[in-house]
């Protein structure tokens, strides 16, 4: 990850600005503020190596968008079809997320293939992080194991909702 890359705007829970991490020997710091980042920090991509965009909260207009997109037409991801309980959102949409997570911090990762499990539903409204750890990395190749978790009210990773792997081809 190097300074000005990555996400921009307010984060995605609503938070001061993009949330992000400082990466080196394979620790992984969140930060608020891409700049705070020197340009010439490389990011260091070594098995173990946990990348993340922080917490995540789906609206029932991001919901809204991604079917209407994708023409997923299930009741059960609208808000109507549930009175008075809260739509669920949709498993592409949250592993959705771990290719988001690759590019934010490596910059022209192209992601190649991916395994998703869906352990829980997540409704609108709960708070999610996804996580994309390198489980084994050769040449411009890295594997990730992938695992979102849906958080806690204190903000801790309280259960897995979607696990996997992915592979990804690295930029040179």
């Known amino acids: 990850m190097r300074g000005g890359g990555g996400p921009s705007g307010p984060s995605p829970s609503g938070g001061g600005g993009p949330l992000s991490l400082s ?7 969140r930060i608020r503020n891409l700049s705070q980042i020197p340009a010439t920090q490389p990011l260091s991509l070594v098995v173990g190596t946990a990348l993340s965009l922080g917490p995540r909260k789906f609206t029932q207009q991001d919901v809204d968008a991604f079917t209407q997109v994708t023409g997923d037409a299930n009741p059960i991801h609208t808000d109507n079809h549930n009175h008075n309980h809260k739509a ?8 959705s997320l771990f290719p988001a997570t690759v590019g934010a911090h490596v910059a022209g990762a192209v992601h190649l293939s991916q ?10 409204g709960d708070d999610v992080e996804a996580v994309a750890t390198v489980s084994y990395r050769s040449g411009r190749r890295a594997k990730f ?11 801790d990773r309280d259960k897995p909702v979607v696990t996997g792997e992915a592979l990804c081809l ?3």
Do not use: I, Q, W
């Not at 395994?115 to 609108?124: I, Q």
């Not at 194991?145 to 903000?155: I, M, N, P, Q, V």
């Open 23 to 29: 990466c080196g020997n394979g620790v992984c710091h």
């Open 145 to 155: 194991d992938t695992t979102c978790y849906l958080l806690s009210a204190t903000g």
């Open 115 to 124: 395994t998703s499990k869906f352990r829980e539903k997540v409704l609108v």
């Open 88 to 95: 669920v959102v949709p498993g592409a949409l949250l592993s």
């Open 170 to 172: 690295l930029p040179v």
